[in-house]
């Protein structure tokens, strides 16, 4: 079973920053599989954040773009996601997938960790 935490999440003012970590249990699965980030604000649907691939390759969401960057950590078994620029509209609980797909979600979610930003 895979197991996902979260963390770093926080409260903060509109234009600062934030760190979120997931850490995937040791000797896991996490090097052979892409990592994504979602995120899920009240009322409204998941929606993608930011992936990254095995390979380092990275894409984001358009909301995004410029301020916030995902990296991973293969010996750590753990995945980042730095966000800049805070802004209200960011405020969400934000939640790690283990092998999401260039579009779709894998079935491996952490419990997610709450992100509120004011502004």
């Known amino acids: 079973q895979v197991q996902l935490v979260e963390s770093g999440g926080g409260l903060v003012q509109a234009g600062g920053s934030l760190r979120l970590s997931c850490a995937a249990a040791?000797?896991?699965?996490?090097?052979?599989?892409?990592m994504a980030w979602y995120r899920q604000a009240p009322g409204k649907q998941r929606e993608f954040v930011a992936r990254?691939?095995?390979?380092?390759?990275?894409n984001y969401a358009d909301s995004v773009k410029g301020r916030f960057t995902i990296s991973r950590d293969n010996a750590k078994s753990t995945v980042y996601l730095q966000m800049n620029g805070l802004k209200p509209e960011d405020t969400a609980v934000y939640y790690c997938?283990?092998?999401?797909?260039?579009?779709?979600?894998?079935?491996?979610w952490g419990r997610g960790t709450q992100v509120t930003v004011a502004s």
């Open positions: 040791p000797g896991s699965i996490f090097s052979r599989n892409a």
């Open positions: 997938n283990l092998g999401a797909s260039a579009t779709f979600p894998s079935a491996y």
């Open positions: 990254v691939t095995t390979s380092g390759n990275t």
